[in-house]
């Protein structure tokens, strides 16, 4: 497939770039994770799966219909089918030179900067060790291949004692390994995301940016996957993660759907919202009084102040979408898109991938509103292999967005200046 001239693929999951092919290659190695697929699958769907049996009969139908994901759905379906992956490999050094090279073989991009997450049964040691060996078949082969260039962003744990360790351990890296010094260009938070608030990072947001002033040569930029999914709270709470991710300096941040989805998308919807974030998004509104009634977002103090004591048992919110609270979301989400654009942050939109794992219509999804409230936006294709994608098929996706050739010129324009080296201050245009 002819590639358009100086591409930019900017959000990426390696593993996620896998085929079915691939999957059954690795499916010939000895100590496979069955149980963890198989445990994975009934979680999900309430049905039992035999992993085992199926590779044993080659039932690379149902293998395929278990992997690829083609339908509307949620993060924890697709995630089942990530976790088929997880089952099968082993990530060591030989896994790594295989799979670069084969993702290499596939990428339609000029440059690519690709994700990479690791089992949290790690200690530090196995930890930097794949690391390192990551980073090596990422060097050799964007040395061998200069016309398709390859990036290492490593995607830290959400829990703060674990991501503190995991950056450490690369800064340590950077001053020790060529290749992670060449590869690494960005530190990422992916996966489940409900539970872990952005505000929780702001020490270790700080320390990175300050590590990045202090010596530009080994920046990183820093990335952050929010607002994609939020079952554990309301639409407007899950906007203000996004507010909030880029107030704290992050670079870029990972679909940000909850802060443009079309607002009718949720009429007659009913959500939960703990106890937590609703008292989170009580203390925000009330901080901000002054701009959101300036926009015409009503905030009676009074009334949320009585609502703060209601809430001191902790039991969870019920929240009704209707007509009146669907009206006041989208006065919130315009709010928050305005200092999401004031922050400098751009927003990594991957259209075939939220329009399944958020079972959105293109009618509802967020780019053209992103785009009309001048946010900067990039295009990625998240997991081309589940996903049966790449950035080229995404790209001709947004014509159905109805988006012009200006508009389309425009976000690649935009990936060539928003790659990580340069946000972070490595590299200049």
């Not at 509103?369 to 950035?391: C, E, H, K, Q, W």
Request: with cysteine; charged share 25%; hydrophobic share 40%.
């Amino acid at each position: 497939m002819l590639r358009r001239p100086m591409s930019f693929e900017l959000h990426a999951h390696l593993y996620g770039c896998l085929t079915l092919r691939d999957l059954v290659c690795m499916a010939g190695r000895e100590n496979l994770r069955y149980d963890f697929f198989n445990q994975s699958y009934e979680s999900t769907y309430g049905q039992r799966m035999d992993l085992e049996q199926i590779l044993a009969e080659k039932d690379w139908l149902k293998l395929a219909r278990s992997y690829y994901f083609l339908r509307s759905g949620n993060f924890r379906s697709f995630q089942t089918g990530f976790d088929l992956v997880i089952a099968l490999s082993r990530s060591d050094a030989a896994e790594f030179q295989e799979i670069v090279r084969k993702v290499q073989d596939r990428q339609t991009a000029s440059f690519a900067e690709y994700r990479q997450l690791f089992s949290p049964l790690l200690d530090r040691h196995s930890w930097s060790s794949k690391v390192t060996a990551l980073a090596g078949a990422l060097d050799e082969s964007s040395r061998s291949h200069p016309e398709k260039q390859m990036r290492l962003v490593m995607s830290l744990l959400r829990d703060d004692r674990s991501a503190l360790w995991q950056y450490e351990t690369l800064k340590e890296l950077q001053k020790s390994n060529e290749s992670v010094q060449r590869m690494l260009v960005a530190v990422d938070f992916c996966a489940t995301e409900e539970g872990f608030p952005p505000g929780d990072k702001a020490e270790l947001f700080a320390r990175i940016l300050q590590d990045n002033r202090q010596n530009p040569a080994h920046a990183l930029a820093l990335l952050y996957h929010v607002g994609e999914s939020f079952t554990d709270k309301s639409v407007e709470s899950a906007a203000r993660w996004v507010y909030e991710s880029a107030c704290l300096g992050v670079h870029r941040l990972g679909h940000a759907l909850a802060l443009g989805i079309a607002p009718e998308h949720f009429q007659g919807t009913v959500r939960q919202e703990t106890a937590r974030e609703r008292l989170a998004q009580i203390d925000f509104e009330c901080h901000h009084q002054e701009s959101l009634q300036e926009m015409g977002y009503e905030v009676n103090i009074r009334a949320l102040h009585a609502e703060k004591e209601l809430l001191s048992n902790g039991e969870p919110v019920r929240i009704v979408y209707d007509e009146t609270r669907v009206e006041k979301l989208k006065i919130f989400q315009d709010f928050c898109m305005k200092g999401v654009r004031d922050s400098g942050a751009v927003i990594e939109c991957c259209p075939s991938s939220n329009l399944r794992i958020g079972s959105l219509s293109i009618a509802a999804h967020p780019l053209r509103r992103f785009l009309y409230a001048g946010l900067s936006v990039v295009i990625g294709s998240d997991d081309p292999g589940i996903l049966r994608t790449d950035l080229n098929r995404e790209f001709r996706l947004l014509q159905k967005f109805g988006l012009t050739a200006a508009q389309i010129q425009g976000l690649e324009e935009c990936a060539r200046r928003s790659t990580s080296e340069i946000l972070s201050g490595r590299a200049v245009l």
